[in-house]
């Protein structure tokens, strides 16, 4: 189903995923897609060029999801440490389909989205529960997206391209604020500011409920200094939990897969 008029057709955000994606195909280890909606050929980290996911825009909330497969928040990230897994199979274990699941997830929106609307918040929350690194990025890869190169300009002082080559150098984005003139703390509060613009834009145009924005702001906020502070896991940059194939095999002996290598605990981002 199409995407919200004028998200993923914006000139900024399109051009800003042509970077990423080039940047990095160029550095990632080939591999397979591990969501089935992915295209023949697609790299395991593939994901859809649509603004819900790379706003991280949830059409549910994560408790309830929680609630529903029987586990709580550190549930969801164990399981999804190996984007192979998806939601789906926990779903199954209670005795839930994709689609009936999707229903109950989205029923705070009937009757207050038109229909075509409400049925589009559905496909997605369907695609969220079946298809494994979708919603790994949208629950933990929340610094992952193509906001903070696009304000590079302002938050750095530097192009886009500038800000990705930096990071693939191994700089963090503090040290990148510091090679560009600009104090860290005034860029971290740009950053800040820029995701709470985008989590609100999500409740606006009812991508998202205001609970959830909050939710997920709070833990950008909780992450935000160990990100400025970290540059991209050294394996793979596409992947936050370690493994080249989003996986724990392909993780090196003796790591703790489920954490990134190196930075945050739940977070990645360019």
Same mark, same amino acid.
């Given at each position: 189903?199409? *995407? =919200?008029?004028? @998200? &993923?057709?914006?000139?900024?955000?399109?051009?800003?995923?042509? @970077?990423? @994606?080039?940047?990095?195909?160029?550095?990632?280890?080939? #591999?397979?897609?591990?969501?089935?909606? $992915?295209?023949?050929?697609?790299?395991?980290?593939?994901?859809?060029?649509?603004?819900?996911?790379?706003?991280?825009?949830?059409? /549910?909330?994560?408790?309830?999801?929680? #609630?529903?497969?029987?586990?709580?928040?550190?549930?969801?990230?164990?399981?999804? &440490?190996?984007?192979?897994?998806?939601?789906?199979?926990?779903?199954?274990?209670?005795?839930?389909?994709?689609?009936?699941?999707?229903?109950?997830?989205?029923?705070?929106? =009937?009757?207050?989205? !038109? #229909?075509?609307?409400?049925?589009?918040?559905?496909?997605?929350?369907?695609?969220?529960? &079946?298809?494994?690194?979708?919603?790994?990025?949208?629950?933990?890869?929340? /610094?992952?997206?193509?906001?903070?190169? &696009?304000? #590079?300009?302002?938050? /750095?002082?530097?192009?886009?391209?500038?800000?990705?080559?930096?990071?693939? *150098?191994?700089?963090?984005?503090?040290?990148?604020?510091?090679?560009?003139?600009?104090? !860290?703390?005034?860029?971290?509060?740009? @950053?800040?500011?820029?995701?709470?613009?985008?989590?609100?834009?999500?409740?606006?145009?009812?991508?998202?409920?205001?609970?959830?924005?909050?939710?997920?702001?709070?833990?950008?906020?909780?992450?935000? *200094?160990?990100?400025?502070?970290?540059?991209?896991?050294?394996? *793979?940059?596409?992947?936050?939990?370690?493994?080249?194939?989003?996986?724990? $095999?392909?993780?090196?002996?003796?790591?703790?897969?489920?954490?990134?290598?190196?930075?945050?605990?739940?977070?990645?981002?360019?």
């Amino acid at each position: 189903m199409a *995407d =919200d008029p004028g @998200v &993923t057709s914006a000139r900024g955000l399109a051009l800003s995923l042509l @970077v990423l @994606v080039t940047a990095f195909a160029a550095i990632a280890t080939p #591999a397979g897609a591990h969501d089935s909606l $992915a295209p023949p050929g697609a790299q395991h980290n593939w994901l859809p060029k649509e603004g819900w996911v790379w706003m991280h825009w949830l059409p /549910f909330e994560e408790p309830e999801l929680a #609630a529903a497969l029987g586990t709580n928040a550190a549930g969801l990230r164990h399981h999804l &440490t190996d984007d192979r897994h998806t939601l789906a199979t926990l779903a199954k274990r209670r005795g839930w389909k994709p689609k009936p699941l999707a229903r109950h997830l989205t029923r705070r929106f =009937d009757g207050r989205v !038109p #229909a075509k609307r409400l049925a589009n918040l559905r496909w997605r929350t369907e695609r969220v529960l &079946t298809q494994g690194h979708l919603a790994q990025h949208l629950l933990f890869h929340t /610094f992952h997206g193509p906001a903070v190169p &696009t304000s #590079a300009p302002q938050l /750095f002082g530097i192009s886009r391209e500038e800000f990705i080559a930096a990071r693939q *150098d191994g700089l963090s984005p503090a040290a990148i604020a510091v090679r560009a003139g600009r104090d !860290p703390a005034v860029t971290r509060a740009g @950053v800040l500011a820029l995701l709470s613009a985008e989590g609100a834009r999500g409740v606006h145009t009812r991508s998202q409920s205001r609970a959830q924005a909050r939710r997920m702001l709070a833990r950008q906020r909780g992450a935000l *200094d160990c990100w400025m502070g970290s540059p991209l896991p050294k394996l *793979d940059p596409a992947n936050p939990f370690g493994g080249r194939n989003g996986d724990a $095999a392909s993780a090196p002996a003796g790591s703790a897969p489920s954490r990134p290598i190196p930075g945050c605990q739940d977070e990645h981002g360019h």
